[in-house]
């Protein structure tokens, strides 16, 4: 009745589409529920309600599985967001701590509020002992923000002692706080005892802490104490934590943990795996209510045995492999029978190896690519959907899964199955089933076991259905696998699904049954070969029998291992003359992978505590920093003129120009606006390497071969653009370069130095060099950029072959003129060849010209608010954004050309010739 009564909110919301109040209270058990009753009401409804009940029966049933995850999958995000949250704390104090410092002695009027307060804090011995302070926090100290929840509310102060004392959150405590002594060299003084504890200094006046008011009025107390000691760096609080008197006494220790030595001790490890599926609680879908819960648990109960390896929890139960110390096993045992989702619940309790490894054999036990290492690292405990994923459409109820047959008694008939003489055919005959995929059972199995001859587990149903069809529902069926629990799910499937009534398993898997045999049989074991484990072992062998076939050669081995090469990692058996010859791979493809991988850099991935304010720094902290020469030339710009520094290209582009220079064909390029010569030099540094890759002999000129050629008007820019390309041509990019660059403005006198440059090259209107004895450069004043460059089309005047590329960062209100000329004749550019235009998105006025209108003029109110100058600027600024636009809406329609718009700096255009 009760159960019909608490189903039947569900039964009206399925089949009125209504959501009823007494539906929430009993979501989380519809699957219980759903299986004692549906069958009762389902057979009341007519056809066409059954269909519809069965509709939004399911729908309700996968909203509230989509409900379950979410909520899963927000606990992990809660904790993610925590430690993120407390990384970027940590940085930013770290960040203010660097920038903050001594304020100088000022007077009041004049004292400026540093940004971190200094607190020292003492733990009473009592908490010290009863929480096992560790060394970190004997002397703790640590800073608050100003403004931040630490120095204005109780709980915030609390979580700034949890980030340093982790200890604290495990007890309850008061607080009380005084204020420093401070020495005359403006240090804080804080006593210690022999220990090396901060103490508590009885003779302060010490208040206690209890309400939020309680912190702001400290920290107020503290920031007022700071302003009488000019040499104090920040203001300073001493808080003294005690043990709240009036906090329950803490837990005893578990009787597990009484007399246990040492793990750190051990001299060596015992590997062993269990299973468990607790039955669910009554009203509950689950044996593991919270498996998140439960996970933490558990860390907290093992953490005392320094336990190693992977344990999976869900709601099902829990799967483990795992290593622990020898000498605390027997501990470590009677711990987890006392878990009560353990305990009675591991089938056949906690199966242990035979035989422990020392130390040394543990630690060369397992493997990694070429490299020995142990079988575990760590003890990772993961929260999944299932301990083992079986891909069945319900779960079934694995209490019911067969005999669980011990380990002597299956000896006994598996002894009995090979001696028998009867027929396979025979329906009296045992069914001997390998429940493990195909790289297990190839290696090691019973004899006259039949593997199912899966690629993983979720496989077997379809298999067993096939397998099984025309077997009597009476005939004995025997099943194992490693350490049982995929025996678990086949031998309820075997029984609830197809409907066997004779099924049994190995109680405890191969491992359990190698370890009986070891310690009671002194005859040989029945399974032969090596037993496949999940660690870093891969296998156990059990015997000296070799049944696997090497994948290279064809011999037969038991040589288990994976792939070295990462991006296959298959597992595979390949025996011992072949894997040195195949360097521990597959294949030859495989093999040719890793030599290649073993001939580039070592790449070293470490975390690093740098920020990024945008998108646009995290991209240049993440390329190749330019050769040092570049920034000197940026440097140079900003001394020698000003007012245009900032139109020097820049780290990101200049990188990009170099890398576009270096693919094109011949390495040609000609620029329309040489400015001071960055942009120029990285077009000449990627000629070079186009030189190299092309394997030209000779030195690039206006005929052929990498040659850069640059147009410019401005007399001061050319000087030091030819200064820059002197250094360039003979010092090269790297740090002497870069030296000789600087000593332009801290050793030479720059009027000085572009004469002597001029005298030696007797003219000033051309200026040529070449670098790295591959690529020429000639800088060319010119009046007119553009005649020139409609000259060069014309094929008028000096003789040039065609250009693969061409940098525009000139007049911008005669970019049409110059990309026409570019078009018009291939004379100037190849047909494929690249143009580059600057600036296409004008400091982003293009965006506002495009929302706007082309038209509309800047506000009036705007206008009296700028002076005559600015209001100039500005509407220049805008004159050209217009300009900018137009470009842009006509060379994007332009069926000659392809072009991509970059949002690089100011915006750059790369337009293909087509």
């Keep these: 009745k009760r159960h019909i009564m608490m189903a039947t909110p569900l039964f009206l919301y399925a089949l009125g589409g209504r959501c009823v109040k007494g539906l929430t209270p009993f979501r989380y058990s519809l699957s219980r529920i759903a299986s004692l009753t549906q069958n009762n009401f389902y057979r009341a409804l007519s056809s066409q309600n059954q269909f519809v009940f069965k509709t939004r029966f399911h729908s309700l049933q996968r909203n509230i599985d989509e409900e379950l995850k979410e909520k899963k999958l927000g606990k992990k995000a809660a904790r993610r967001k925590s430690k993120l949250e407390e990384k970027q704390r940590n940085l930013k104090l770290k960040k203010l701590f660097e920038e903050s410092g001594q304020h100088g002695g000022e007077s009041d009027e004049n004292f400026v509020i540093p940004q971190l307060y200094a607190v020292k804090v003492s733990v009473c011995q009592e908490l010290r002992e009863e929480l096992r302070m560790n060394g970190r926090e004997k002397r703790g100290r640590l800073f608050v923000e100003l403004g931040s929840s630490g120095s204005s509310s109780l709980k915030g102060l609390k979580m700034e002692l949890h980030s340093f004392f982790r200890s604290l959150r495990k007890s309850t405590y008061t607080l009380s706080a005084a204020l420093p002594e401070v020495a005359e060299d403006g240090s804080v003084l804080a006593p210690v005892d022999e220990d090396g504890y901060n103490i508590y200094p009885g003779l302060l006046d010490y208040w206690e802490i209890e309400t939020d008011d309680d912190v702001v009025n400290s920290f107020e107390k503290a920031l007022i104490h700071a302003k009488s000691y000019p040499l104090l760096k920040r203001p300073s609080i001493l808080i003294n934590v005690k043990k709240d008197p009036n906090a329950p006494p803490p837990e005893p220790t578990p009787k597990y943990l009484e007399g246990m030595e040492d793990p750190s001790l051990t001299e060596s490890m015992t590997m062993l795996s269990f299973y468990a599926f607790p039955p669910p609680a009554e009203g509950a879908d689950n044996g593991i209510k919270d498996p998140e819960e439960f996970a933490i648990l558990l860390k907290k109960l093992w953490k005392p045995f320094s336990v190693l390896g992977r344990v999976y929890i869900a709601g099902e139960g829990v799967n483990a492999q795992m290593a622990v110390p020898t000498n605390v096993l027997p501990n470590f045992m009677e711990c987890c029978n006392s878990i009560p989702q353990l305990g009675v619940h591991m089938e056949n309790g906690v199966n242990v190896d035979p035989i422990a490894l020392t130390m040394e054999e543990f630690n060369k036990a397992g493997s990694e690519g070429d490299k020995v290492s142990p079988p575990f690292k760590n003890l990772h405990i993961r929260v999944r959907n299932q301990v083992v994923a079986d891909g069945l459409d319900k779960p079934l109820n694995w209490q019911k899964a067969g005999y669980d047959m011990p380990p002597l008694e299956w000896h006994e008939k598996v002894k009995g199955l090979a001696e028998s003489s009867n027929s396979p055919d025979d329906p009296s005959r045992p069914i001997l089933l390998d429940c493990r995929n195909t790289y297990e059972t190839e290696v090691g199995r019973f004899v006259e076991a039949e593997p199912l001859n899966t690629e993983n587990f979720r496989d077997s149903w379809d298999v067993l259905k096939d397998r099984l069809k025309d077997t009597p529902k009476d005939a004995p069926i025997m099943t194992y696998c490693t350490g049982g629990i995929r025996c678990v799910k086949v031998g309820a499937y075997l029984t609830q699904e197809l409907g066997f009534t004779n099924v049994s398993r190995l109680a405890g898997g191969i491992i359990s049954y190698d370890r009986t045999v070891n ?28 049944i696997g076939t090497c994948i290279t050669c064809g011999a037969k081995t038991n040589n288990l291992s994976n792939c070295r090469n990462s991006a296959c990692h298959k597992r595979m058996i390949q025996c011992e003359k072949c894997s040195p010859l195949y360097l521990g791979t597959c294949s030859e493809a495989c093999k040719q992978r890793v030599i290649n991988s073993s001939m580039a850099p070592q790449r070293k991935i470490s975390s690093s505590s740098k920020t990024y304010d945008n998108v646009d720094d995290y991209s240049m902290g993440h390329s190749s920093t330019p050769p040092a020469f570049y920034e ?29 220079a270096s693919m094109t064909r011949n390495g040609r390029i000609l620029e329309i606006g040489t400015f001071t010569g960055y942009a120029t030099c990285c077009f000449l540094e990627g000629a070079a390497c186009a030189a190299e890759a092309m394997e030209f002999e000779g030195i690039g000129s206006r005929e052929c071969g990498p040659f850069v050629m640059t147009l410019e008007r401005d007399q001061r820019a050319i000087d030091l653009a030819a200064i820059h390309l002197n250094v360039m041509a003979m010092k090269g990019i790297g740090d002497e370069a870069a030296a000789e660059a600087e000593m332009l403005r801290t050793a030479k006198n720059f009027e000085e130095e572009i004469n002597l440059l001029w005298t030696e090259h007797n003219y000033k209107d051309e200026f040529n060099v070449t670098y790295n004895q591959k690529a020429g450069c000639e800088l060319l004043k010119v009046d007119d950029a553009l005649a020139t460059v409609e000259l060069i089309a014309a094929g008028k005047g000096q003789e040039i072959a065609p250009f693969d590329l061409v940098f525009i960062d000139a007049d911008k209100t005669r970019l049409f003129d110059y990309v026409e000329a570019c078009l018009s004749s291939d004379r100037l550019l190849k047909k494929g060849g690249l143009i580059l235009v600057d600036n296409v998105l004008w400091k982003g006025g293009v965006v506002d010209i495009a929302n706007d209108g082309k038209d509309e003029e800047i506000d009036i109110q705007q206008q009296l608010e700028l002076s005559d100058a600015e209001a100039k600027r500005s509407r220049r600024a805008r004159k050209l954004a217009v300009v900018m636009h137009s470009f842009n809406e006509a060379i994007v329609k332009d069926e000659r050309v392809e072009v991509v718009m970059l949002p690089l700096r100011d915006g750059l255009s790369v337009i293909r010739k087509r």
């Design 632 to 660: 000197q030339i940026e440097l140079n710009t900003k001394e020698f003129i000003s007012s245009g520094s900032h139109m020097v290209s820049g780290p990101a582009q200049g990188r990009l120009l170099t890398s576009i």
């Design 519 to 546: 310690e009671k049989l002194s005859e040989k074991p029945l399974f032969e070969g090596v037993n496949y484990v999940f660690d870093g072992r891969v296998g156990r062998k059990i015997t000296d029998d070799k």
